[in-house]
């Protein structure tokens, strides 16, 4: 709960049965940061979906990638870095979908980016071709006031 | 060992399949096939009690969306029940619930298949 190792770092393997354990990893980090129940859901609702979409587009199921994942926790902002080497994320599903438009026409999949977006408070792409790419996202954390008076 | 578990239960018209655990894109497969079964004995009226599911990523939720229309297409429906909180605030943020039923409690769902075939 207090004074955690600011930044944390892990890499895993681009397979879908390491989802569990990402979960685990971003869970506990949040957890020590100081989020609630909810809201430690959440953050690992957002970065599996991430983690996802990455096994799925980027490397395209291939099992023999890495997925490297950094934590750094500063002051009330808790900042995810999920970087990849594989095919670069399409701008065009950086597009909000339109939800109803989607639901009412039955679509499959698309849904992660926009459920990444919901749950957290800032979602960025720093793609470079070629290289790497990076998704990195921001959960601000409201602690209780202190008395003290800035 | 597996994080997610499907069982199967048919009762009188109605088949019911719980979901256990964790429904990512590891576990989505199950579900998947769960389904597909269903369809393939021509079982439309389904209900989906989601009493021990901790965990649903949009992998989880794209397995509705891919066969709630073949479904109904065949007169039937698939009605979720027994969510968690958690759970549940997954279906909302997507909207779900503007296109599925669901219930507190499987028998709700199950009378509503019923009073359904009465209408």
């Known amino acids: 709960m207090s004074n955690p190792s600011k930044k944390i770092s ?32 959440n953050i690992a609702l957002a970065v599996d979906e991430a983690c996802t979409n990455i096994i799925k587009h980027a490397y395209q199921y291939a099992r023999d990638k890495e997925i490297q994942i950094t934590v750094n926790r500063e002051h009330d902002v808790f900042e995810v870095r999920i970087t990849d080497e594989g ?3 399409d701008p065009a599903h950086l597009r909000t979908p339109n939800l109803q438009d989607h639901l009412t026409h039955y679509r499959k999949g698309g849904l992660g980016v926009y459920l990444m977006r919901r749950l957290m408070d800032a979602v960025e792409y720093n793609i470079k071709p070629g290289s790497r790419n990076e998704v990195r996202m921001v959960k601000n954390l409201f602690r209780a006031p202190s008395n003290t008076r800035k | 060992m597996s994080d997610f578990k499907v069982h199967q239960r048919d009762g009188e018209g109605v088949s019911v399949i719980e979901l256990k655990g964790y429904l990512d894109a590891h576990t989505a497969t199950e579900l998947e096939s769960a389904f597909q079964k ?11 009690n989601c009493r021990d599911l901790s ?19 065949n007169r039937g429906d698939i009605k979720l029940t027994n969510m968690s909180a958690k759970v549940y605030n997954v279906f909302d943020l997507l909207g779900f619930p503007i296109l599925y039923e669901i219930f507190k409690d499987e028998k709700e769902a199950v009378i ?5 075939k009465k209408g």
């Open chain 1, 10 to 41: 892990r890499t895993f393997p681009s397979r879908t049965e390491q989802l569990l354990e990402v979960r685990e990893f971003v869970s506990e980090a949040a957890r020590e940061f100081g989020f609630d129940d909810e809201e430690v859901a």
């Open chain 1, 87 to 89: 095919r670069p994320f």
């Open chain 2, 38 to 48: 269903l369809l393939n004995e021509k079982k439309y009226n389904i209900v989906v």
């Open chain 2, 55 to 73: 965990y649903i990523s949009s992998a989880g939720l794209g397995v509705f969306m891919a066969y709630i229309e073949d479904v109904r297409k």
């Open chain 2, 112 to 116: 509503r298949f019923k009073e359904g």
